[in-house]
């Protein structure tokens, strides 16, 4: 099946700008979010591709590489991974050498004199939660990546003997064949490149200088970090073939939906429910905050319904900062249901007492209604 344009996920033009793509996932976030679709997987779903669309269109980088190349800027080596895995294969520099390979000589800017031959560079998919986002955590992960063969130390040949020139291509890794006006330049078809080969291979690596191991590594997670962030550690990815540099590995986050908050930035929002009598009497009433503490929230009298409260530095931590987001809590009103005779009653007389001054919005709303059929009928 295949994968929804992240501008049709979100409803807006491909020439949106930043503002109109805040207010678009905002919009969709509260309609979709799980705490007003209980139990409803498709709710869910379409949730969690609300985020994963947004995240990649506000940065303007993962942006211009969807714009050119859609949903395969990402598949590989690409900052599209969900959940925790492993990657390998080509690496980031591959893309543009399996494109242009043949009409640019091959893959052979990856190679070095002796027939040795960059690694691949790895990625690692890694899920957290938002929890881990806020604090920071060490995370231990187990990567299966080629290493250098310790019998031959990676030359690929057998202990006590050495590769030998192509006899070939004459260790250019290359060959020449004209064809009429042109002359054509290919891969050596005898040493695939490497300007050598090896008569004896070495019997642990079969000649390749490099064997597949898992390894265990520490990635320090910073706290505040964001989804979709790339982690870069140098020289950890495979393996060169014949004594080659090492690749490197990217560490791919990814922050899972929260139950609660939903994060823009460094800043936080979550919805809360209250009474009708306490939006419209005012009140208080605490909240747990992503540090753990409660923060007392104080509701203003006759708060109407979306109302943002605003708890400042009770955010997300700001990337290598001491600086903390906001929290924001958007007020949801909640309307009474399941009424006894007496909570019937009382609501009636209060119908009956209520005024303009009472509901001032509703009644300007009907008398520019009235306003508006009356000149219909002139």
Excluded: W
Aim: charged share 25%.
């Amino acid at each position: 099946m295949a994968k929804p344009d992240f501008y049709e996920t979100l409803g807006v033009a491909r020439g949106a700008d930043e503002k109109e793509l805040k207010s678009a996932f905002r919009k969709l976030a509260m309609k979709y979010h799980p705490d007003k679709n209980p139990g409803d997987s498709a709710a869910e779903h379409k949730f969690k591709e609300i985020n994963e669309a947004y995240e990649f269109l506000k940065d303007p980088q993962k942006r211009a590489a969807y714009d050119r190349f859609g949903h395969a800027a990402f598949e590989q080596g690409g900052p599209g991974g969900m959940g925790g895995g492993f990657a390998g294969g080509g690496g980031f520099s591959d893309i543009f050498e399996d494109i242009f390979g043949e009409m640019m000589g091959g893959r052979g800017g990856r190679r070095s004199s002796g027939g040795r031959e960059r690694g691949a560079d790895l990625r690692y998919n890694m899920e957290i939660s938002l929890e881990e986002a806020y604090s920071g955590k060490t995370a231990q992960i187990r990567v299966p990546t080629s290493i250098t063969c310790d019998v031959c130390t990676g030359s690929g040949a057998k202990p006590g003997t050495q590769p030998s020139t192509c006899s070939t291509c004459g260790g250019a890794g290359r060959v020449r064949a004209s064809q009429g006006f042109f002359s054509v330049e290919r891969t050596c078809p005898t040493c695939h490149g490497r300007g050598q080969t090896i008569t004896d291979p070495c019997t642990k690596c079969g000649g390749q200088g490099r064997v597949t191991e898992e390894r265990s590594l520490s990635v320090n997670i910073p706290a505040g970090i964001e989804d979709g962030t790339r982690i870069r550690l140098a020289g950890e990815g495979e393996a060169g073939m014949r004594g080659g540099p090492t690749g490197d590995l990217y560490i791919f986050l990814s922050v899972r939906p929260h139950a609660v908050f939903q994060r823009e930035g460094a800043d936080l929002y979550c919805t809360v429910p209250i009474s009708m009598t306490t939006a419209a009497l005012g009140g208080k009433f605490d909240i747990t905050t992503m540090d753990g503490a409660r923060s007392r929230v104080s509701v203003p009298e006759g708060t109407q319904p979306g109302k943002e409260l605003r708890l400042r530095g009770k955010g997300m931590p700001v990337l290598r900062s001491a600086q903390f987001g906001d929290l924001y809590v958007r007020i949801s009103i909640e309307t009474p249901q399941k009424l006894s005779k007496r909570q019937r009653e009382l609501l009636m007389e209060f119908q009956e007492l209520s005024s303009k001054e009472t509901s001032p919005e509703s009644a300007g709303f009907f008398s520019r209604m009235k306003g508006f059929f009356d000149t219909l009928t002139d």
